[in-house]
């Protein structure tokens, strides 16, 4: 069936680093535009960042220049590097492969 397992999350100091990976299988991963979202305790979820099947990608305002995703079509992967991660950034993450399914979700916290 299709699955899409979220992982990497954790508690991290403010200008730190976390990598997020999602691990897709029972759909063909190539051909699907993946996502990455967000949502913060009481606010609604929105999109981080987002990488097309050609490897083309955009981001929110709030995170260019610090996120990075990227995807391994041989492994059926997507990625999501955050790098200088501030509090503002602690929210659950949540991978999406647009029109098929969603990740259950990894939290992250940006705290000292």
């Known amino acids: 069936q299709v699955q899409l397992v979220d992982s990497g999350g954790g508690l991290v100091q403010p200008g730190g680093s976390l990598r997020l990976s999602c691990a897709a299988s029972?759909?063909?991963?190539?051909?699907?535009?993946m996502s990455w979202y967000r949502q913060a305790p009481g606010k609604e979820r929105e999109l981080v960042a987002r990488?097309?099947?050609?490897?083309?990608?955009n981001y929110a305002p709030s995170v260019k220049g610090r996120f990075t995703i990227s995807r391994d079509n041989a492994k059926n992967m997507v990625y999501l590097q955050m790098n200088s991660l501030k509090p503002e950034d602690t929210a659950v993450y949540y991978c999406k492969a647009e029109g098929v399914a969603w990740g259950q979700g990894t939290q992250v916290i940006v705290s000292s």
């Open positions: 990488i097309t099947s050609a490897g083309a990608t």
């Open positions: 029972g759909f063909t991963f190539s051909r699907y535009v």
